[in-house]
């Protein structure tokens, strides 16, 4: 792979590290978007993946937007102010385009500071899971900066328009028992069992039958974007699909046997 992301296989889960511990997975580099790109096409194209955890090497999940870059005008940040939306829209957005395009359930172990777009990609998990000392953040304003990541969009979905307000506006830290109360994170749990707490969940996923899976997260996304009626029409379509599948067969004749299913794909 590229990099930044780690892949690692167990069973039906994927792990994916951000690997950049040495610099506190700050993100992005140009061409980051590029291992994002791949990772998630390669999930959505493999039928035996059913989740992935996401996580960050070292003391961070990430730190988001390297400053040093921003001070010197490099990488990402630098040329005029075209050639720096132009950027934007290919890297920046190319990263968050990938992570809500991932067909299969995302999980955020959340593993210390989720700052700027290290946040928001966090947000973009259907579940996140924070240690202990995770911590969340979205400086933008206390940069100069509007939430170049469409995080407008993001944390609103995650956080709820209030918080994501407070959060913003005011430019301040989120501690995890914080979030937790805000409905941010699902949980919090002690630092040295955060992975073992989201493979653990992403194991429970990971036994589902993967064509259901994933068509329950796509009705769960436009749940979220579009008109009931629009739901209802595309409810119908899928579960019409699904009661024609083999999974569903065998999942009938497990529940009348008493049984585990053994789905099959």
Same mark, same amino acid.
């Given at each position: 792979?590229?990099?930044?992301?780690?892949?690692?296989?167990?069973?039906?889960?994927?792990?994916?590290?951000?690997?950049?511990?040495?610099?506190?997975?700050?993100?992005?580099?140009?061409?980051?978007?590029?291992?994002?790109?791949?990772?998630?096409?390669?999930?959505?194209?493999?039928?035996?993946?059913?989740?992935?955890?996401?996580?960050?090497?070292?003391? /961070?999940?990430?730190?988001?937007?390297?400053?040093?870059?921003?001070?010197?005008?490099?990488?990402?940040?630098?040329?005029?102010?075209?050639?720096?939306?132009?950027?934007?829209?290919?890297?920046?957005?190319?990263?968050?385009?990938?992570?809500?395009?991932?067909?299969?359930?995302?999980?955020?172990?959340?593993?210390?500071?989720?700052?700027?777009?290290?946040?928001?990609?966090?947000?973009?998990?259907?579940?996140?899971? /924070?240690?202990?000392?995770?911590?969340?953040?979205?400086?933008?304003?206390?940069?100069?900066?509007?939430?170049?990541?469409?995080?407008?969009?993001?944390?609103?979905?995650?956080?709820?328009? +209030?918080?994501?307000?407070?959060?913003?506006?005011? +430019?301040?830290?989120?501690?995890?028992?914080?979030?937790?109360?805000?409905?941010?994170?699902?949980?919090?749990?002690?630092?040295?069992?955060?992975?073992?707490?989201?493979?653990?969940?992403?194991?429970?996923?990971?036994?589902?039958?993967?064509?259901?899976?994933?068509?329950?997260?796509?009705?769960?996304?436009?749940?979220?974007?579009?008109?009931?009626?629009?739901?209802?029409?595309?409810?119908?379509?899928?579960?019409?699909?699904?009661?024609?599948?083999?999974?569903?067969?065998?999942?009938? +004749?497990?529940?009348?046997?008493?049984?585990?299913?053994?789905?099959?794909?």
């Amino acid at each position: 792979m590229g990099r930044l992301i780690r892949r690692e296989r167990r069973g039906g889960v994927e792990i994916w590290t951000l690997d950049r511990a040495e610099r506190l997975n700050a993100l992005p580099d140009l061409g980051d978007e590029a291992d994002f790109v791949a990772a998630a096409e390669a999930v959505n194209a493999d039928m035996d993946v059913r989740c992935v955890v996401m996580t960050g090497a070292g003391r /961070a999940f990430s730190a988001g937007g390297d400053l040093k870059a921003m001070r010197d005008k490099t990488g990402l940040f630098a040329g005029t102010e075209d050639q720096i939306r132009e950027n934007y829209k290919a890297v920046v957005h190319g990263i968050v385009r990938a992570l809500y395009g991932l067909e299969v359930p995302l999980i955020a172990a959340v593993n210390g500071p989720a700052m700027g777009l290290g946040c928001d990609i966090a947000g973009l998990a259907d579940i996140r899971i /924070a240690s202990d000392r995770a911590v969340f953040g979205l400086p933008f304003l206390k940069l100069g900066l509007v939430p170049g990541d469409g995080g407008g969009w993001i944390t609103p979905r995650y956080a709820g328009y +209030a918080r994501a307000a407070e959060m913003l506006f005011t +430019a301040r830290t989120v501690d995890a028992a914080t979030a937790a109360d805000w409905g941010m994170v699902s949980r919090v749990v002690p630092h040295e069992t955060l992975m073992d707490e989201a493979l653990s969940l992403a194991d429970q996923i990971a036994v589902q039958p993967a064509q259901a899976l994933r068509m329950t997260k796509s009705l769960l996304r436009l749940g979220r974007e579009a008109p009931m009626d629009q739901v209802l029409d595309a409810t119908a379509a899928l579960q019409a699909r699904a009661h024609l599948s083999a999974d569903h067969a065998e999942g009938v +004749a497990a529940a009348l046997e008493k049984r585990a299913p053994r789905f099959g794909g």
